[in-house]
């Protein structure tokens, strides 16, 4: 019985001597990626320039969907950071329960050398190795330790090694446990943010369609916007491009590809409001997309505009051949920049709601130098997308 419990104390005292040997701690944190870091950056850069214009009701949507998609891309960090802390802690686990079968069948031979020292009557050397009195008593140790075979050496230290790093995985788990509890109660918040964005801008808009003073300022602030982005185009006319490896696109006219494909919920020209009996013109077409749908480039030009524009939210411009621009606007993400070169087909932006008083939609203007044309006469013929 004596020997049993000697030997139990050896064990656990060498366990205790290696921990206190091995005691560091690795801190570890999971990065969001940089690409996602860098467009919640730019969200909260254009959510500051909305706030400059508190009064505009354009603005005031603008805001709100910059919020939505800012709340948008922090659930996408949460769920990239959920994810490697989830793969961590499974690797983990899967290295603490190999450690410790390797432990265990190092603690197996250990005990058979601590009961072969016992019985040849040398764990007095053993105990001053573990307990050394005094510096006499330690050299006299480690001479006892040098009578050991290589074998054991190498094994002990192996044992040591394990024992440290088993304990430092165990600390590293423990604190990848707290990180992955945190994020999980971050994406809830950030769900919820984003719930409370998403049913704010559905207020406004529903406010603007029902009362007819803030439909009417709305509408105001667009015909502002419109003229605006007419002197835009008017100046890039005059910079003189011509693109004479590109095609001609006047040559399509009529059986050019859709940018996305959406009903038309607002058609070209003359419209008169039901309800508030008033008349706006459009200058272009507004498609029902939903939001994160790839808008393509109808044809081949240059890019000429990618930015925020008031009254269309963010939006890309393409000049083509003939000084003819395609303009597609209230976009959530922009895959493009300026001088680029596409061609018909090629994704160009990812659909949204920026700037747009009917939620998600694609904004799509076609003109001829500076003059609008409806672009139901450019585009091919889809029954299935067309509703006047």
Known sequence: ??????????????????????????????????????????LKKEIQMCEQYEESLIFTIDKLALQKRLKEKEVEMYNIQISQ???????????????????????????RRVVMAYKMGIMG????????????????????????????????????????????????????????AKARQGIEYARYDLAKRTKEKKLLLDRIAEQKDMYLKAVNELQISAKKL?????????????????????????????PARGKVIKPFGKQ??????TYIYNKGIELQ???????????????????????????????????????????????VKSGDIVHGGETIAISGSTGSLEGDSLYFEIRDGIEPEDPLKWLTKLRDVVQK
């Open 272 to 277: 008169r409001h039901a309800k508030f009996n």
């Open 289 to 335: 997309v939903r939001e994160g749908q790839e808008v393509k480039a109808v044809f081949d030009g240059k890019i000429v505009y990618t930015d925020w524009f008031q009254g269309y939210g963010k939006m890309v411009i393409i000049e083509h051949k003939g000084h003819v621009f395609t303009i597609y606007a209230h976009n959530s993400v922009i895959k």
């Open 230 to 258: 007419e002197n835009f185009i008017g100046g890039l006319q005059e910079k003189k491009e011509y693109f004479e490896s590109l095609p001609e696109i006047r040559v399509f006219k009529g059986i050019l590809p859709w």
């Open 1 to 42: 019985m004596t020997q049993q419990r000697n030997k139990g104390i050896v064990i656990a005292t060498i366990s205790l001597l290696l921990l206190m040997i091995m005691g560091g701690v690795f801190f570890y944190s999971q990065e969001p990626t940089e690409k996602v870091k860098e467009e919640m950056e730019r």
């Open 125 to 180: 050397y053993y105990k001053m190795l573990l307990y050394p009195e005094d510096s006499a008593m330690l050299v006299k140790s480690y001479q006892f330790i040098s009578i050991l075979s290589k074998k054991d050496m190498k094994l002990m230290e192996e044992y040591k090694e394990k024992k440290g790093q088993l304990e430092q995985e165990r600390t590293h788990l423990v604190q990848e446990q707290k990180v992955l």
């Open 85 to 111: 802390l989830e793969k961590n802690i499974g690797e983990m686990n899967d290295t603490i329960k190999k450690l410790g079968e390797e432990i265990a069948s190092s603690e197996e031979y250990i005990n």
